[in-house]
């Protein structure tokens, strides 16, 4: 707070004014002092109110306080006068039970010693009926119950009734079945292990996804097992095989029958295999079906493929009870386990794989692993090969004999008949007619495509059951024999016959016949080669070889693309001994397929993209100029001589087969692309594809390639029909006088051949091309005629007006072959035609008619036909030759000043 001492006002003008703000500050604190206290005071003296108010309110409960505490003490000494009573009440009960405690000792000896003598009495009655009753357990095999039976009561009576020489004949009896009783179990155990595995296909969907029915239970729930004796135990046969795997824990003889099954388990599956086949034909042949169909091998594998799915479900449940049995924990088991189980089984599966596929086991430095048919003969005159089939015995061939008389119960008439009836089962189950594997069908590796998939599947659970990665898959050995023999084996053996095939179809006197196709997705109206259907019919295998086995589709891919070259290198050789001859004489058609020039220029006609399948040109307007571009570049190489015979391809047969190459080539080129589509459609055999990558390179490199060679077939025709024309035309015009009084009506016999020439082909070929083709090999043959008819005149030495009658006739019949080919007008050869009516005229009319008129030839056209006219008038040529020669050059001045007027005019 300030005070007037905290300023200093001496000497400033306003040093009052600042003291009556000091004061009037002061004033305020004090108010502010006083209002506190008054407010203080208020509170307190409500405080003071409400005390006042508790105390009142809880005055009269302090009062009551002494009179419950007066009340309960009173409770008290009440309680402790009734404990004083109560003590002595027991007091004196104590003493009476200590006097009775003699009598009641006493007592109780003699009833234990009376109950010890009735429990013995019983215990000897119960002996004396355990055969009975083990007979009768037997009987229904219960085999739990008559092993716990004998067990227990041997025990008694090799413990406490060891002394009672009564029971001494029955104790023989009961141990004799104890030690004899574990060869039953192992026979119930065989059968329904191999004899009467569960093939429902409940049972078989369980065991599929790896997990066998009942195997996860918990240790507690195979322990406490027991049999059910108001039910056939047989019914459920995976608790069956457990109660006697527990039957046999109890007469310690878990070992011995975990070796018996380990040494006829090979020989149990073998002969599942032959009893399969012997009963698939027994089968096959009462329903009259082939014998000899691949189809029954498939079946044969799908049926023991079931079985030794039910068989490895019964191991693994025998497996899994021994596993959970506190005996077995010390016991060595290594050798019987589910990977031994699956291992064996896989072992019978290659073995009857390398018997049906015709596989080759024998080798250099090595015996064959299958030297012979799967067969077993067992010895019918020793019965311990029907134990031994039973599955404790040794190896067929070596089997273990068992001494001694293992069925004799002497003091037990049951025992001996239930020996009797196992005796006569056993032969039974074990005498066939025959034990050779019968052969189903025709033993071959492309046997191979009917199975992969069913074996494949198999595999897959094979590595379910054993959890093994997908990444270790490769190291079953089924697999590993699997890879082996498709990729050593079978596709070479199938590239082999594919190309062996397609050979068939292109050699000889058949490499050029045709065939109409049926059954196929891509339909075609014209017959095809039949080199080319076969090469279809394999890629059609082919493809189905994907879907019945899409893990090596890249593989078949790998044959598809080598196949399809080496059939267009056959279609090469037939192209180049076509168009070739044999002495070697290059054609005048492969001169100009020769030049680029030329071969571009075709391509870059209007009809060229819609003959393959593309879209229209939106050049039509330019067509006069490529096909006059055309004309000049293989006039080049014809030259100013006449073309020899051997220069062209004279027999049309060889064109029209030709066509066929061409026509065949297009077809397969549109059957890969709906090859190429099928494979993108299948989603499993697409994404196998889709890791190699390559394959849409490997099929469109070869689908171009034929389209190279299908193009190059179509523009030798097309080179060839116009080869024809210069030949044929030029032996008429080049170095010829056309100076005759009258002319002929009938044309040149060298205009005859080319019609005829020309007809015969277009008929032919229609039938093995489309018209889009046809037309295309036809379309400005009109240009060539034209520009050898009109390009000729400067080699005619005359014409006369008999001379111009016959070249009108010629080119009249020209026009009217080509027209019925083309069905359009051949304005070209009329142009030709128009230009020989001009030699009707004199020169002077001949330049009015072009000053009037708008020009329809060139200027050298023109200069060719002035001069054509002169050599044509011989009369008095060389009289006058001077002033002919003057005249002429006077008629070509003025041709050459209106074409300069034209021009500029344009």
Known sequence: MLTND?????GEPDSHLLQVIVSLQGQDLRC???????RNIDEYNKIDSKINEQITANHQALKRIPEVYANVLQRLKLGQTKIKSCKDKIQRCRTSLQCQRDDLKR???????RSQAVLLIERIANVR????????????????????????NVAQLEGDLAGIEALTSIKKELKERKDSLHITLIEQLHNHLYLKAPTAKEKIVLFRSGEPPEMDNEEEEYEDEDEDLSTDPEEDTYKYLKLLIQSLQQLNKLDFTINEIDKNMEDELKSILISTAQDLLYTKRLTNQTEDSPALFQELLEECFAKYRAVAASHIVVINAIEHLKYTRELEISRYTRSVVWSRIQTSVEMLLKDYLAVDTSGEGQQPTIAHPITYIPNTNDLSQF????GYGGKRSDARVFKGNLFSFDSSEIGMVTTSEFKMQQYSSTITQTQELPTLCRKTPHNITLVFKLITNFIKEINNVINISSNDSNSIPLQIFLNNFVEDTFLPTLEQKVKRAIANGTQGNTSLSVTKISNTKVPWPRPLLQGTTQVQKQLNELRGLMNRMPKYCSKFLEVVCGQLKYYKNLCQNTFKNIVSVSLGERKLSQVWYEDNNITLTIRQLPSWPVVF??????VKDRSQDFHASLVNLMGVHVGNDLIPKEKIIEESERLVQLAKLHDSLVWLVTYIQYFVETLQNDKEVYDQLKIQGHYETLLNDTSDELVLLAENCLVIVFLEIRVHCYYHLLSVLRKQDYCVQIGSSDPDSEVNQLNKFLSQLEEKIKTYLPSSHTKFLFDGLGHVMNSVIIGCARDIEGITSGGLKKMSRNILALQQNLTNITLTCELELERARLYYELLYHKPDEILRNLVEQEKRFSKIEYIELIKLYYRSNKKNAKKYEKAIQKQLNQHLVKLNEIMENQEASL
């Open 6 to 10: 905290d300023f200093n006002f001496e």
């Open 107 to 113: 007592l109780y000896l003699e009833s234990c010693a």
């Open 613 to 618: 399948g593309r879209k229209e040109s939106s």
């Open 387 to 390: 134990f031994s089939r039973a």
């Open 129 to 152: 009926e355990v055969s009975g009753i083990v007979d009768n357990h037997l009987r229904n095999k219960h085999y739990q119950h008559a092993t716990k039976l004998l067990k227990t």
């Open 32 to 38: 502010d002092v006083k209002k506190n206290k008054n």
